[in-house]
């Protein structure tokens, strides 16, 4: 059995370019979400899928930041014009439709430089 | 008003000492809270998730809820240098849009100290 999973771990990159990050979820589970964690502060929600559907996007998801969950298995994150301030962890998350408990992937360190 | 808060520590305590975290929430619609452990520079890994008021214990760790005092904590009893970390408080409204959103506390980060 393998948790989730996120590709890259670690990104850098200089202000302006995109970025795209991937979230394997739990084989299964038909929830996904991503959240961005900041130094020092706890994990931030930005965006949710059930199944391909996005439901619901944060207010910190500018129109910069797009995610997709084509076949409602993987999910993709990207970043356009990236910014020193979207330097942060992006953590995603997935649980099955019955169960609350949310399991982390290992993150996605960006640094914009 | 943050939405969960929590001491942002550190909470220094010597090994074999009993811990005490605690959070409290402000939407008074939340019904499930989790407590998430975070060692530096990795994911957040659930330790204990409660429900309903009450005391909740799993091996060294209690988690108390007290939701007319929109309070939770978590107790770790024999504290061990391994579980120097910051504890993240995590609450889930139900009625949000956003399926099972969890709103988390900025952290405590805990010491224990040989």
């Known amino acids: 059995d393998t948790g989730v999973s996120q590709d890259p771990r670690h990104k850098i990159t200089k202000r302006g370019q995109n970025v795209t990050f991937r979230c394997d979820p739990i084989?299964?589970?038909?929830?996904l979400y991503w959240y961005r964690q900041t130094l020092g502060q706890g994990p931030e929600f930005l965006t949710y899928?059930?199944?391909?559907?996005?439901?619901?996007k944060s207010r910190l998801l500018s129109d910069r930041f797009s995610a997709e969950r084509p076949k409602g298995s993987f999910s993709t994150l990207e970043i356009q014009r990236t910014e020193q301030g979207d330097s942060a962890m992006y953590l995603c998350?997935?649980?099955?439709?019955?169960?609350?408990?949310?399991?982390f992937g290992p993150g996605t360190r960006l640094l914009v430089l | 008003q943050k939405e969960v808060e929590q001491n942002s520590g550190p909470l220094s305590v010597p090994e074999g000492a009993i811990a005490s975290l605690n959070c409290t929430y402000s939407?008074?619609?939340?019904?499930?809270f989790f407590w998430y452990r975070q060692y530096s520079g990795k994911s957040p890994e659930l330790i204990m998730s409660i429900y309903s008021n009450g005391d909740k214990e799993d091996g060294r760790f209690t988690a108390q809820l007290n939701k007319a005092s929109q309070y939770v904590s978590l107790l770790i009893r024999d504290s061990q240098p391994s579980d120097s970390a910051t504890y993240l408080c995590a609450v889930n409204n139900m009625n949000n849009n956003a399926g099972n959103m969890l709103t988390f506390g900025g952290g405590t980060r805990l010491m224990v100290k040989p």
């Open positions: 998350a997935s649980t099955d439709g019955a169960g609350e408990t949310q399991y």
């Open positions: 084989s299964e589970h038909n929830r």
């Open positions: 899928f059930q199944n391909e559907a996005q439901l619901e």
């Open positions: 939407d008074r619609v939340s019904q499930s």
